[in-house]
Structures are given as C-alpha cells and as structure tokens.
C-alpha cells in the first residue's frame, strides 16, 4: 500500500519524514491543511511497531487536528508530529534540537506543542532551534496548563446538552466522570459547584480521594462506571470508552466529556444516536484546550502578551458551534459525530476556496 492509497490518507499538503544521523532521530511531521492557516497540533512520542505505524498516526492525528481547529473557529490548520522511540529511555536534548530544526525547515507551516511522551522541558531544547513552538513557561505570551480551559469547555457542553436533552439545569443531575486527572478533576469541581451529583472512577486512588474529598463524588470501580444510574456519561480518561460492549450498559441520556477518541469505532456513533443518547462530539466539546495554545500562538505571532479575554470570546463561540452540531443531528436525524465532521470539512473547504 502507499501513502496516497491508505484509508487515513485524506488530501494531506504535506507528509515529510525527517532523520538526523547523529542524534537518531526519526520523525514524521503530516501536514493535513493550511488552507485556515498554518497547521498546529503537539508532538507525540511513541514506541510505533514500525514506520509505517508512525506515519498512520500521523495521517490520523493531523487531519483530526484541522478538524478540531475548524470547529474551534481558529486560523489554524491540521498538523501533527510524531517522533519515533521510547519517551521513557531515548529522550536527549539533542534530539528535540533535531526535531526543532526539522519543524524550523517547515517555514512556519506547522507549529508544535505536547502531546503524550513529550513535556515542556523537551519543548525548551525545541525552542533553541526553531520558534514555531507553543506550550512553553515564563514569558509573556505563555497559555500554561491547558486543562482548566479544556474543563471549562466540556463544563459549559455538558450543561447545553443537559438542557437539549432533560430540559433542565445541572441541580441534582447525576454526572459519570470515567477519570479524574487533569481534565476530569477540574470538571468534577465546576459541576459540583453547580449542583450536580457525581460518580467518579479512576486507576488512581489519590485522584479519587482528592476529588471525592472536594466534591462529596461516591468512587466506583473502573469498571463498574458503565453501569451506574446517572443521567450523562463524562468520558475524561483514554480513547475508546464508548464500544459496542459498554455502550448497552449505559443508563445516561447524555455522554459529554473531555477525552479525545471516545467512539471506539466509526459505526458506534449511529449506535449512540439510535439509543435516543445525545453524544457531544469529542474533537468539539474538548476544543478549550487547543483553544488556549491557539492564544499563546497569536501572542508570540504578534509579540503580545497572553489575552485571556480573548480565550474566553473563542470558547463562548465554541459552545455555539456545539450548539449548532445538536441542532443538526435532531432535524436532520443524524449522529452529532457526523455532523460535525461534515461541518469540519465544510469549514476548511470554504477556507481553501
Ligand atoms: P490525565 O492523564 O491527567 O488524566 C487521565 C486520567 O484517566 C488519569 O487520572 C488516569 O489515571 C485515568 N485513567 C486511565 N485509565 C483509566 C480507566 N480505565 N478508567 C478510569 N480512569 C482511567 O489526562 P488529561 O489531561 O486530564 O486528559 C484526559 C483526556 O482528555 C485525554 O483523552 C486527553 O487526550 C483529552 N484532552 C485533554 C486536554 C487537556 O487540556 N489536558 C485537551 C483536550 C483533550
């Protein structure tokens, strides 16, 4: 198979590979759009099978980028890059100096940020060879931790679908939150704060404890989340907790949360949509997050400082794009999750038009 034929392929600009002898590195960075701007999304850093594994994330993760953007509302494209090796073992330094020079030879057509296997420390190393890096501390134009943002998005999208599908405010709603880290903590707290009721699961008992501590959560097991009595499921922990296997144990007219990839499948979205359960898409509701770096990305783009005001107009529009997708799906009888891919796609092609 060649690139041009894989499923994941999707008119991407650009798929460039990158290897530098003397550090070992070997990275893939997939341009899927610049047609809204240029293309930004993190840098992984992962153990693939093989190359060929790499460049399919990267084709994956990209195109979920311009997505994400579009439905953001920012002027930005699609883009990730994927560096090949083990975060625990392989990181040095040097390496993510090759990285930056291989991000740097890219002209400012995609900029990087973290994502899983890569901190801020290593971004700092990234910096010293390019300046299309975002998600770095102390300077003016820094966004910081982009969870609390990315709650208060899936916040403020959980009490619209609320409201859509029990036609009634968050007082005395049940809230699911499969996983309390750092997404699921913060979100845990302004759904407390407005009346809701929480059960909460994690692999984590001190993320549990310090939760259910703060918000009188009762703390179930991991598996055990699927089946309680709740009115929405909050997925905030990894991809893939909505499958044809947990999706019959759900008893919630509601499933919004902050994680990314929730529907373990392409057909399981109409299985969600035929169960009567509203279903927030993930790539829209967690869009806070991308939201921020979008902030810091402007602010060194034009030598500013971090304007959180403008943070917050990006997310109330945010909800209403959310809004919008709901809409659809209920005239149209169609699942949000494909609605808002459509919507995405409409977006970036009206842009490149
Ligand atoms: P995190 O690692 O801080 O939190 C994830 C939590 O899930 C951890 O506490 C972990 O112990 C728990 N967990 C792992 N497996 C579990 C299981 N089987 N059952 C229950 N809990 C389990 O990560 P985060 O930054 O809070 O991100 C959470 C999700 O949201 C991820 O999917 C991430 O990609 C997505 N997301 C995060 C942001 C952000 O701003 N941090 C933005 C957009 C999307």
Redesign the pocket.
């Known amino acids: 198979m060649t690139l041009f034929d894989s499923p994941d392929f999707e008119g991407h600009e650009g798929v460039h590979a990158f290897f530098d002898e003397k550090t070992g590195l070997k990275s893939i960075i997939a341009v899927h759009s610049t047609a809204r701007g240029p293309a930004a999304g993190g840098c992984r850093m992962w153990d693939y099978s093989s190359a060929e594994a790499a460049v399919t994330d990267a084709l994956r993760l990209s195109k979920g980028m311009s997505y994400k953007n579009a439905m953001a509302d920012l002027d930005f494209g699609g883009g990730k890059a994927v560096i090949i090796g083990d975060a625990r073992s392989q990181k040095t330094p040097e390496l993510f100096e090759a990285f930056g020079r291989a991000v740097e030879s890219l002209d400012g057509r995609y900029w990087t940020a973290e994502d899983?296997g890569v901190s801020p420390a290593d971004l700092v190393a990234t910096r010293r060879t390019t300046r299309y890096v975002a998600g770095l501390e102390g300077h003016a134009a820094a966004s910081g931790?982009?969870?609390?943002?990315?709650?208060e998005g899936v916040f403020r999208g959980v009490r619209l679908c609320v409201q859509r599908a029990l036609n009634r405010d968050l007082n005395g709603v049940t809230v699911a939150i499969?996983?309390?880290?750092?997404?699921?903590?913060?979100l845990a707290e302004k759904l407390h704060a407005a009346g809701a009721r929480l059960i909460i699961?994690?692999?984590?008992q001190q993320?549990l404890d310090e939760v259910a501590a703060k918000t009188g959560a009762r703390i179930v097991s991991?598996d055990a989340?699927f089946d309680v009595e709740a009115d929405v499921f909050a997925?905030?922990?990894?991809?893939g907790?909505i499958s044809t296997t947990t999706l019959p144990r759900l008893k919630v007219k509601v499933i919004a949360?902050?994680?990314?990839?929730?529907l373990a499948d392409k057909t399981i979205g109409q299985a969600v949509f035929d169960r009567g359960i509203l279903y927030a898409p993930?790539y829209v509701i967690?869009?806070?997050?991308?939201i921020?770096v979008a902030g810091e990305i402007r602010a060194l783009e034009a030598n500013t400082a971090f304007d959180p005001a403008w943070v917050a107009t990006k997310l109330d529009r945010l909800a209403q794009t959310l809004g919008e997708v709901l809409d659809h799906s209920l005239v149209d009888k169609r699942p949000a999750n494909l609605v808002a891919d459509e919507i995405a796609r409409t977006r970036i092609a009206a842009a490149r038009a």
Not at 201 to 204: I, K, M, P
Not at 235 to 239: H, N, T
Not at 286 to 290: E, F
């Open positions: 899983v931790d982009p969870s609390p943002v990315t709650a499969q996983g309390v880290g750092h997404v699921g903590a913060y699961a994690d692999v984590n993320a991991t989340i997925p905030c922990a990894l991809g907790a949360g902050g994680a990314n990839n929730q993930d967690n869009g806070g997050g991308i921020n």
